[in-house]
């Protein structure tokens, strides 16, 4: 099942956030979400590239809105490496800034993190202050 989750309204283009559940594989007893994203410039979604966590306070604290341009670079810190691939013949990829592609990342999975929607009655707080699944729960009627 997919489906079309969240548009990021941008100054230039829009980025829209889809999402699948993966029931073969459960986290927590929920099934596993895969995130998908495009612009508003081609609608072609791909695949969301998993938050860089060496500069998620740095991305947290960026106060600017979000342009569409998936490319641009917001820090300008290499997130990667260059990898040299002949020395000899000068063939080398650079290192890869931090875009805005790895902002948006950071800020789909860190709301997916921090907010959950369940129905209510099934899972209970125990004494011991534990979340746990309510085995009485059958269902919503």
Known sequence: MIKVQVIYIGTVKDYYIAYSLDYSKKTHGFPSKHFYWCSSSNFIFATLPAPLEKFAKELTELNVFFTGEHDRVVLDTPASASVVIDEDQGIIIPAKNVTEL????????????????????????????????NEAFRGLN
Do not use: D, M, W
Request: aromatic share 6%; hydrophobic share 35%; proline share 6%.
């Open 102 to 133: 790895n902002r948006l990342s950071q800020v789909v999975h860190s709301i997916e993190l921090n907010c959950a929607v369940v129905p209510k009655g099934s899972y209970k707080f125990t004494p011991l202050k534990e979340t746990i699944k």
